[in-house]
């Protein structure tokens, strides 16, 4: 598609359930970033995608959070057992493999757990 | 491991008034420099980016920045704020690294227009 698209864009969660965000990236775009944006926060780097290598997984902040993506397509961050600290803006971005063009981003996941 | 400092988290300007926002980052080579602007409710949107030659780098929206490797610094200005320009603001550095083409964000600052 023309730009990343993320779904849900909202999603109200109750503590302790799984959430399962989507992120499509713009067709020929290798690398695919996932980033928390928590309330009046900067960008907090999740997880990095780059064609079939082995993803960067440096910033997931605990094991309850997972991401899967296959190939050069769709990706899917898992959020097991949601606690209130969770709550953020889940964003999704894509570039192609050199890192001077930028990220496109998308609109993010807003992810409320209550 | 690179990081990114925005000295200021909110700033205020009239109007028609020019405007500076501050961006200082840490990395050992010659970094790739990036500003985004995300707009309430929007995603991130990227205004303009550095990678080499000329220091001074045009952007969208009638944005620039200026980059001065002596400062480590990489400079977000505008001649005349319009309204519309009330968002955030991101600096980001990016290298290749090891783990990838991975940008670091600052934590943002929040500019607001006075009419």
């Known amino acids: 598609g023309a730009g990343v698209s993320q779904s849900p864009s909202n999603k109200v969660t109750e503590k302790g359930k799984d959430v399962e965000l989507r992120c499509d990236p713009i067709?020929?775009?290798?690398?695919l970033y996932w980033y928390r944006q928590r309330l009046g926060q900067g960008l907090e780097f999740l997880i990095y995608?780059?064609?079939?290598?082995?993803?960067?997984k440096s910033g997931l902040p605990s094991d309850r959070f997972s991401a899967e993506r296959t190939g050069e397509s769709v990706s899917t961050l898992t959020i097991q057992r949601t606690q209130q600290e969770d709550s953020a803006v889940y964003l999704c971005?894509?570039?192609?493999?050199?890192?001077?063009?930028?990220?496109?981003f998308g609109s993010g996941t807003r992810l409320t757990v209550v | 491991a690179q990081s990114v400092t925005q000295p200021d988290i909110h700033i205020t300007v009239s109007e028609g008034a020019s405007l500076e926002l501050r961006c200082n980052y840490s990395?050992?080579?010659?970094?790739?420099l990036f500003w985004y602007v995300q707009s309430p409710g929007q995603g991130l949107q990227l205004l303009l980016k550095?990678?080499?030659?000329?220091?001074l780098v045009q952007g969208i929206k009638g944005f620039e920045a200026e980059f001065k490797r002596s400062q480590s610094s990489f400079n977000l200005r505008k001649p005349s704020v319009h309204w519309s320009d009330a968002a955030e603001y991101f600096c980001?550095?990016?290298?290749?690294?090891?783990?990838?083409?991975?940008?670091?964000f600052g934590t943002g600052t929040q500019l607001k227009v006075e009419l």
């Open positions: 990395y050992g080579a010659t970094p790739y």
């Open positions: 971005a894509s570039s192609r493999q050199e890192s001077n063009y930028g990220y496109t």
């Open positions: 067709s020929g775009h290798t690398a």
């Open positions: 550095y990678f080499s030659g000329d220091t």
């Open positions: 980001a550095v990016g290298a290749l690294t090891g783990g990838g083409n991975k940008l670091t």
């Open positions: 995608f780059q064609g079939n290598s082995a993803p960067d």
